[in-house]
């Protein structure tokens, strides 16, 4: 029996629930907002309030208290009132990137955080938040309005503040991040516009990645043509690193899956909620399977320590080794998910591979919640992460494998839909 099959490893999953979102709690500033956490689970002055963090907690947050997690509601307020306060612009519209007690620290209107503005208003509504129905509301109409390209297909990546110029850098990972939020949107909102919206942002990403043997491209100019050689000066940028990212492989491996179950429970909403083979098109599987093939091949222990590289190059040799906990927790995610929906061991067998080093490594049972970062020899490091800023992606791993493909992680929850 594979671990995804036993209710003691789903016990084990539910403990390291626990033990994240014991951790996270620190991050809830006084003052507003949600912070940057040090190794040792301290708030780090030297951070701003950044939008990102602050929407994902929120998020993380939601799933606690639709766990019934007690003292995880108020958090969700406290995210809320952040979001509706000191990181929204009230004279332009949308949210700052960062702001302070002072007020904003950039002004810059970014597509990467206004999607997690979505997810975490998304769970917000769903953990019963007061607010929470107004700031999903609002935070769909300007992603429409501002960030949305109907002849694309795809977001633009940033604007300045008035909205009065966008830059002409074009991001994959601000649309994957889009694609999670519209499909926890098309659960609370029941619009399935939504999920032809993600679809119409996957399908263009997988055109890209299916010319490059399933290693995406990242970077672009405002007409979509690809920017290879994009940082390629600096490339351990934490959020525009040179070459190929291993671990959005992996986490667009995962969300395709999700899509294809939501797609599948929209045209067969009696369906069993992984995948019906209805309503959804057959190249998210082919994708999802590709995308995953790719990053394990050219990602995992490719310089002869465990983990993953954060990045390589398009010849497949790496380029910074440094292992990422998020890297390690899509991988978690991916298998999980291909394992639930196909059946097939392999994906099973890497699940399993996956939590043993993420157990042995990555955990951080001393000081709580997981190094963010390690070297190849899997000692903590620093060089493209500082801390262990938030908790979104190791919580996610932990949920995901005691939750079906679709409807999304906090619209499961709610419907009582976990080990069932």
């Known amino acids: 029996m594979t671990w995804l099959k036993r209710p003691a490893h789903a016990r084990w999953l539910e403990a390291e629930t626990d033990r994240l979102l014991d951790f996270a709690r620190a991050s809830r500033r006084p003052a507003g907002g949600f912070g940057w956490l040090d190794t040792q689970g301290r708030l780090d002055p030297a951070h701003p309030v950044h939008l990102w963090i602050t929407c994902r907690m929120t998020h993380v947050f939601a799933l606690g208290t639709l766990l019934g997690r007690p003292g995880c509601r108020p958090l969700v307020g406290h995210g809320v009132a952040a979001l509706t306060g000191m990181l929204h612009d009230d004279e332009h519209g949308g949210w700052f990137a960062s702001a302070d007690d002072d007020g904003p620290v950039s002004v810059t209107k970014e597509a990467y955080g206004h999607a997690f503005v979505v997810l975490g208003a998304s769970s917000a509504v769903l953990a019963g938040a007061a607010g929470a129905q107004a700031l999903l509301t609002e935070a769909l109409r300007v992603v429409d309005e501002r960030f949305w390209r109907e002849d694309d297909g795809m977001v633009v990546d940033s604007y300045d503040r008035a909205w009065t110029a966008a830059d002409p850098y074009r991001g994959v990972n601000a649309n994957m991040h889009l694609v999670e939020a519209l499909l926890a949107a098309a659960d609370v909102t029941a619009d399935p516009g939504r999920l032809d919206q993600a679809l119409r942002v996957a399908d263009k990403v997988m055109g890209f990645a299916r010319t490059t043997g399933w290693m995406i491209p990242e970077h672009f100019d405002s007409a979509w043509q690809p920017l290879l050689e994009y940082n390629a000066e600096t490339p351990a940028d934490q959020f525009r690193p040179y070459g190929v990212t291993v671990g959005h492989g992996l986490e667009w491996s995962r969300l395709l899956l999700h899509l294809d179950a939501a797609l599948d429970a929209a045209a067969d909403p009696g369906g069993a909620g992984d995948h019906g083979r209805t309503g959804a098109p057959a190249w998210l599987w082919e994708a999802a399977r590709g995308l995953f093939a790719a990053a394990t091949t050219h990602g995992w222990a490719v ?118």
């Open 303 to 420: 310089d002869g320590h465990p983990g993953f590289v954060y990045t390589h190059g398009w010849d497949g040799v790496p380029v910074v080794r440094e292992r990422m906990h998020w890297v390690a927790a899509e991988a978690v995610g991916a298998a999980a998910t291909l394992a639930r929906v196909t059946g097939e061991p392999e994906y099973s067998t890497w699940y399993e591979t996956w939590w043993d080093y993420v157990a042995t490594y990555v955990v951080d049972r001393a000081g709580g919640s997981w190094w963010h970062e390690l070297d190849p020899q899997g000692r903590p490091s620093s060089t493209v992460w500082d801390g262990k800023s938030d908790a979104y992606h190791a919580l996610q791993a932990t949920l995901i494998p005691r939750l079906p493909a679709a409807p999304s992680l906090a619209s499961a929850l709610a419907r009582g839909l976990l080990d069932a």
